[in-house]
């Protein structure tokens, strides 16, 4: 039986630029992803994904709705189900960053896609949800009954 990793991820914008965490996953290069993390025994996407970005990056956010859940397969046989948010920014905190992140940035579409022609982004979904925020269906955060 494979065991599937339960992950959450929040896509947050403020005016042209989205809010990304620069990460050392152990390769030549830091990688980049939105805030984003594992669902944790006893939590639901929801609370999971609050947590994630205040450890993440210090910031408080409002989630305003729902990307859907995403299926990704990576080449080692590992399934992810990842749950996509849209979150506004609403206050910076004087907090310590996760360990695992070495900066966050604020950054445009462009410097992004830019990153994903560098292979620096974590994962093919990081571009994929921000696309999708900016034009595909978002569903009201009431399809998750935590």
């Not at 896509?11 to 980049?32: D, K, S």
């Not at 070495?102 to 896609?113: G, V």
Request: aromatic content about 6%; some cysteine.
């Amino acid at each position: 039986m494979s065991l599937i990793h339960s992950t959450a991820a929040c896509v947050i914008q403020r005016g042209e630029h989205f809010l990304m965490v620069e990460e050392q996953r152990g390769g030549p290069h830091n990688v980049f992803n939105q805030p984003a993390g594992h669902i944790e025994s006893g939590e639901g996407p929801i609370t999971a994904i609050l947590r994630e970005v205040v450890e993440e990056t210090a910031w408080q956010v409002s989630l305003t709705g729902y990307l859907g859940l995403y299926v990704f397969h990576t080449d080692e046989g590992q399934t992810f189900h990842s749950h996509g948010f849209i979150g506004t920014p609403l206050e910076q905190l004087d907090l310590a960053l996760d360990p695992d992140i070495t900066a966050t940035h604020w950054l445009t579409l462009e410097q992004i896609r830019a990153l994903e022609q560098q292979s620096r982004l974590r994962s093919p979904l990081v571009l994929k949800r921000i696309e999708d925020a900016l034009s595909g269906p978002c569903y009201p955060l009431a399809v998750i009954r935590e």
